[in-house]
C-alpha cells in the first residue's frame, strides 16, 4: 500500500506559477513511475504529466508542454510538478498518482495508476 499526500496548490494570478509535490509514504518509492493528473468541476480526469521509476523518462500533456516539468527525488520519496504561464484553463483538483507496475517508461492511462492522493486544489485569476 502507498499513501500520497500533495501539497503546494493555491490561488495564482494568470501568467504565475506553482509547484505542487506529492509525498509517498513508501520506502521503496523508487520502484513506482509517478504521474500527475488534474480534474476540473464537471470535466473528465485528464493526464497532465508521468515520470518512470529513474527519472529518465517524462511524458507530457500537449495542453502543459513547455510550460511543466516534473521531477522526482527518490531520496525523499517526492514527486514534483513544476508549473509556469498558468491559465485560467489549468484551474483543477491535481492528483498524483503511482504504478507499480515495472514499464520503460510512465503511462499516461489513468486506469493503469494503483494508488491515488486527494488532490491539491490550483486557482487561477484572470
Known amino acids: 500500500q502507498v499513501q500520497l499526500v500533495e501539497s503546494g496548490g493555491g490561488l495564482v494570478q494568470a501568467g504565475g506559477s506553482l509547484r505542487l509535490s506529492c509525498a509517498a509514504s513508501?520506502?521503496?518509492?523508487?520502484?513506482?513511475?509517478m504521474g500527475w493528473f488534474r480534474q476540473a468541476p464537471g470535466k473528465e480526469r485528464e493526464f497532465v504529466a508521468a515520470i518512470n521509476w529513474s527519472g529518465s523518462s517524462t511524458s507530457y500533456a500537449d495542453s502543459v508542454k513547455g510550460r511543466c516539468t516534473i521531477s522526482r527525488d527518490n531520496g525523499k520519496n517526492t514527486v514534483y510538478l513544476q508549473m509556469n504561464s498558468l491559465n485560467p484553463e489549468d484551474a483543477a483538483v491535481y492528483l498524483c498518482?503511482?504504478?507499480?507496475?515495472?514499464?520503460?517508461?510512465?503511462?499516461?492511462?489513468?486506469?493503469?495508476?494503483?494508488?491515488w492522493g486527494q488532490g491539491t486544489q490550483v486557482t487561477v485569476s484572470s
Open positions: 513508501r520506502r521503496t518509492f523508487s520502484d513506482y513511475a
Open positions: 498518482a503511482a504504478d507499480r507496475a515495472t514499464r520503460p517508461s510512465a503511462t499516461v492511462r489513468a486506469i493503469e495508476y494503483d494508488y
